[in-house]
């Protein structure tokens, strides 16, 4: 399936930095007044905010919201707001891409989220202290949320509105059962089960999901995930934990393990999320897990999404912002996220085009001199080289077919080989001739 690359196009709209200054905004003072001291209200809400997280510009917490009053209320994602020096900000939201939420919260009730907004820029320490979260009832009061500290009673988290969401690590679970009995079925010729009959929910296999390691802050991991089905899942912070090669495991810090990520069925949501330790670059690849909602918290309890029909894809990132943690280089893309085809080498112009093909919701990025054409000797080995002097475009974000086209210098030396790969940072592409 196509997932849609809108979704990358927001990088490049991104603002500058924003310089947390003195400089005030223009925006009012929230009012944090309390309820009416005669009335019982019909409707109020109690908030609270747990330990921030932050990465490229992004910053998270988990949020706690409480229906004190005496009806039901919707719980808003435009209704949040963070403020810091004078400044405000509105959740996340990636342009055109569906990310804000409506959820009914009855009386009594508890929201247990995660919430990020984008700063351009990571706070420090002393302002972080300054952070505060504000969420506006339908009323126009607004309630000023108090912080969870590690002694906060984890009783008081459980949440109300996960309890009917399909915990991540069964969804995964139902997806490799489901793959195994369509496997089953083929091999004993009888009729393979619809995903509609199985789940209540055609789309159920169009979920996926990303975590990226930034290099530059390790420990504060970026999660990315698109639920395309007509499940809401829920990803609780207590069920996944990233593996090194050598399978040493890094869990969540304990902050965080008793909120959640809320993903409603076609919401999109990026986050991030520390982890219990820093992970050693040079033990990379990592690989995320994840458990059942049923399982304890010990190592053996916890699975690869591998055999499933997208596995939790793990990423390694430089980036300094946001904007641009979410593209690959075209050596680093998983199996079938993108396809080379249509390769037209012609030795009297210099040139070379090929079309390049998303599936992917990374951007393609490259750079010139990483490319080479690189002929193949007889016995299979290595033979000339070349190094376009031109590559146009380099950077690719459009879910449709894209043409990339080069030019070299000369093209002589490859003249007499028969066989000659497309190679970037000397990783085979594709097979030109």
Known sequence: MKFNKKIIAFFILLSAPMLLSACASQEATPNVSGSDEHQQPTVDVSLRQGQLSQSAGLITMPVLLRNTGTNS???????????????????????NTPADFHEQLDSGSTFNDSLS??????????????????????????RKATTMNASFDQEKTKSDLTTNMKQVGDYYTDIKQYMQQVHNAKQQGEDIPSLKDQF??????KFRMWVLINKKDPQNIILQAYNQ???DIAIPFSDIELVNK??????VDPA??????????????????????KPSMTQAPFTMRLKQSDDSGTSSNFFST??????????????????????????????????????VLNFKDRTFKCTVDLNDIF??????TKYSLVGIDKDGTDGDIEIPKDVEPTKVSSDSPTQINMKFGSLKVLKTYKNIELRYDNKKIMEVK
């Not at 050598?246 to 869990?251: A, P, W, Y």
């Open 73 to 95: 209320t919707v719980v808003s994602s435009r209704n949040f707001a963070l403020h810091i020096q004078g400044h405000t900000f509105k959740p996340f939201s990636v342009p």
């Open 117 to 142: 907004f984008y700063l351009g820029t990571n706070l420090t320490k002393k302002q972080l202290r300054l952070v505060h979260l504000t969420y506006t009832m339908d009323n126009g009061k607004t």
């Open 200 to 205: 209540q929910d055609s789309d159920y296999d």
């Open 229 to 231: 089905t007509n499940t």
């Open 246 to 251: 050598t399978g040493d495991e890094l869990q």
């Open 256 to 277: 965080y393990r008793n909120y959640y990520l809320c993903l409603p069925h076609g919401k999109f949501e990026i986050i991030t999320v520390p982890l219990e330790g």
């Open 306 to 343: 591998k055999n499933s029909y997208y596995p939790i894809e793990s990423v390694i990132t430089d980036a300094k912002d946001i904007s641009t943690a979410f593209s690959l280089t075209p050596n680093q893309y998983a199996k079938g996220s993108i396809n080379w085809s249509k390769p």
């Open 363 to 368: 951007a393609l990025r490259s750079e010139r």
